[in-house]
């Protein structure tokens, strides 16, 4: 059974038309990522949640935000989408900071 | 900076052959180091991670990797490969100081198992 769940699979939007990714987790972390992949690419993190404290990465663009509501859903929301924000998102969990890594199986964006 | 470079972004292999997987990173503090496999269209999947102890760690699906520390490597191996084993391997290091659990990873290679 999927763990660390992300909707909807693939997301198609219109370039500067607002998106929103979903992930949801039964695994009850208290720590959950999101990283973005880009074609070929490694992923990289945008930022993390550590139960309700936010973590930005340094060069995460404005443009990303992130909302966790409970302890099982993180949102990203990406306000005015461009083409260079097509990408593959993954979201992950783990126990604490320092844990081990259990990813979703990933949002394919792609921007029109 | 930290940084992981994997040495060959394809590794073409016939079935039944042995791989190794190259992985070299750059940092002066300590690290964990993990190797992720990901499947077409899929997300992450941890194959294997070094912590502490044993250089040499086995994972699932027949992988094992060894840290080598005065190297700076943590190499994939797998003696018998299989067509099931096509897909995109990640290697990445988490700084043993770090508060966040950022995971940094190298830019990927693929395994390209042929019949």
């Known amino acids: 059974d999927a763990m660390v769940i992300q909707n909807p ?30 074609s070929s690419q490694a992923p990289k993190l945008l930022f993390h949640y550590y ?19 409970n302890t099982s859903f993180c949102f990203l929301d990406i306000r005015s989408p461009g083409l260079g924000d097509a990408a593959m998102y993954l979201c992950a969990t783990s ?6 890594q259990y990813f979703g199986a990933g949002t394919r964006l792609s921007v029109l | 900076a930290q940084s ?15 791989v190794e997987l190259r ?17 077409p269209n899929q997300g992450l999947q941890l194959l294997l991670k070094y912590l502490s102890g044993s250089t040499l760690v086995k994972g699932i699906n027949g992988f094992e990797a060894e840290f080598n520390k ?3 490597s943590f190499h994939l191996r797998k003696p018998s490969v299989h067509i099931s084993d096509t897909a995109e391997y990640f290697c990445a290091v988490r700084l043993g100081s770090s508060n966040t659990g950022k995971l940094i990873f190298g ?3 693929t395994l390209q198992v042929k019949p």
């Not at chain 1, 979903?22 to 880009?38: A, D, E, G, P, R």
């Not at chain 2, 992981?4 to 042995?18: C, I, K, N, Y």
């Not at chain 2, 992985?23 to 499947?39: A, D, H, M």
Request: net charge negative.
């Open chain 2, 107 to 109: 830019q990927g290679t």
């Open chain 2, 23 to 39: 992985c070299n990173y750059s940092s002066s503090v300590s690290v964990y180091l993990f190797w992720y496999v990901q499947y």
């Open chain 2, 70 to 72: 005065s190297q700076t």
């Open chain 1, 9 to 38: 699979r693939y997301q198609v939007t219109q370039f500067g038309k607002p998106v929103t990714l979903s992930c949801s987790q039964t695994l009850n972390h208290n720590v959950m990522y999101w990283y973005q992949q880009k």
């Open chain 1, 95 to 100: 126990r604490e900071k320092n844990g081990i």
């Open chain 2, 4 to 18: 992981v470079t994997q040495l060959d972004s394809q590794v073409p292999v016939f079935e039944e052959a042995p």
């Open chain 1, 51 to 69: 139960d309700k404290d936010f973590n930005n990465e340094a060069d995460t663009p404005d443009n990303f935000q992130s909302r966790r509501p």
